[in-house]
């Protein structure tokens, strides 16, 4: 039970270093804060799910550095191809594309991005995962259950809402497209006011996330409605504009 919880442990440690590691570095190259995540919350589940497969898989070679950052860099690439491979077949997104980088494949992986990955697994192997150890170990086991009860609840309600938000998105993209052909008769489905103002709602989450993902991940498109997905970001931003509008007004009357 307790190594359960451990790999769990490592997982969502792991996951947060990499969310505060990406925000800082994509907030200081923009000179303003970037929440750079797929999910809301401070997680990165890919560098969770990276940083447990060298964990299990290659922490064995740590007195073979050579070995060890060959390994990395090759399973960390392999891994974030195939998280953009994901990303397209399930929900026709693709939140990076490094096809201006010299040496990228299929614009999912680039060589620089990969000998980073490979330098940042040897110092976690080396450095800091000795240290995540030794303070995981002196936690009692309850302490560590309900903390990991609590985060996990946050962690994967975060999740499915991020999902379905992302399924919503691309619907509405859909939507947004066909309306451009000349479709705009879909409103007819929702007739009553009631209806209308829960549609509104669940609207302005929609673009709220999606505003938030078009910061967080600039190259961000759609391969499916990319059209629609350019009408989405065009409403958002121009809500953020109106909203930014009101909150100078008020200050100005204040």
């Known amino acids: 039970m307790r190594s359960i919880l451990l790999q769990f442990s490592i997982f969502l440690i792991y996951s947060f270093v990499g969310w ?33 497969m060298i964990l299990l898989l290659f922490s064995g070679l740590r007195d073979h550095l050579l070995l060890l950052f060959v390994a990395s860099m090759v399973g960390t690439s392999a891994l974030e191809y195939l ?42 192997v080396e450095v800091i995962h000795p240290h995540v150890v030794g303070f995981l170990a002196i936690l009692p086991e309850k302490l560590l259950l309900l903390g990991l009860l ?5 962690f994967i309600g975060d999740a499915v809402m991020t999902i379905r938000a992302l399924v919503e998105i691309t619907r509405a993209a859909g ?31 929609v673009q709220k996330l999606y505003w938030r993902l078009s910061k967080a991940f600039p190259r961000m498109k759609s391969f499916r409605h990319p059209e629609g997905f350019r009408e989405l970001l065009l409403e958002a931003q121009e809500r953020v504009s109106q909203a930014a509008e009101r909150i100078k007004s008020r200050k100005d009357h204040s």
């Open 20 to 52: 505060v590691c990406e925000t800082v570095f994509c907030s200081l190259a923009a000179r303003k804060f970037i929440n750079r995540g797929f999910l809301s919350g401070p997680f990165c589940p890919i560098y969770g799910f990276g940083a447990t």
């Open 175 to 205: 939507r947004r497209e066909m309306g451009l052909e000349g479709l705009s008769a879909l409103r007819e489905q929702y007739r009553t006011a009631s209806q209308q103002e829960r549609r509104q709602k669940h609207i302005r989450r």
């Open 83 to 124: 998280t953009s491979l994901i990303l397209e077949k399930v929900f026709h997104l693709s939140l990076w594309d490094y096809s201006h980088r010299r040496w990228n494949l299929h614009g999912r992986i680039c060589l620089r991005n990969s000998l980073l990955f490979g330098v940042m697994s040897v110092l976690m």
């Open 150 to 154: 609590l985060l996990a609840v946050g």
